[in-house]
């Protein structure tokens, strides 16, 4: 397994940008598809974005395409979530989780994925 920590979350008005980072320790950070996930209170967690491991294929929910993109340094293991054009309607806990490579199925549910950060706050103001 892998202990993952997140950064960078924060208040922000609506229209600007945040950069959240997901620091990873443990062996073969390489081998794990990286993945966020969000948690509005009173709301269920949701997926937000996934990279692969082998061929850092990306996938994004509709609600954030076009405007977060996910992406990892292997080198650092470390993946990032850069995030624009922030909505209200964004604001939430955000978690990395990790998912090992030995997991097939639906690359957005939450069950595949076996480790988890601790969340970092994101607040959008209107």
């Known amino acids: 397994q892998v202990q993952l920590v997140e950064s960078g979350g924060g208040l922000m008005q609506a229209g600007g940008s945040l950069r959240l980072s997901c620091a990873a320790s443990?062996?073969?950070?390489?081998?794990?598809?990286m993945g966020w996930f969000r948690q509005a209170p009173g709301k269920e967690r949701e997926f937000v974005a996934a990279i692969t491991w082998s061929t850092d294929n990306t996938y994004y929910a509709d609600s954030v395409k076009g405007r977060f993109t996910i992406s990892r340094d292997n080198a650092k293991n470390t993946v990032y979530l850069q995030m624009n054009s922030l909505k209200p309607e964004d604001t939430a806990i955000y978690y990395c989780?990790?998912?090992?490579?030995?997991?097939?199925?639906?690359?957005?549910?939450?069950?595949?994925?076996?480790?988890w950060g601790q969340g970092t706050q994101v607040t959008v103001s209107s």
């Open positions: 443990g062996r073969a950070f390489s081998s794990y598809t």
């Open positions: 989780a990790a998912r090992p490579r030995t997991v097939v199925g639906d690359i957005a549910s939450a069950s595949g994925f076996r480790s």
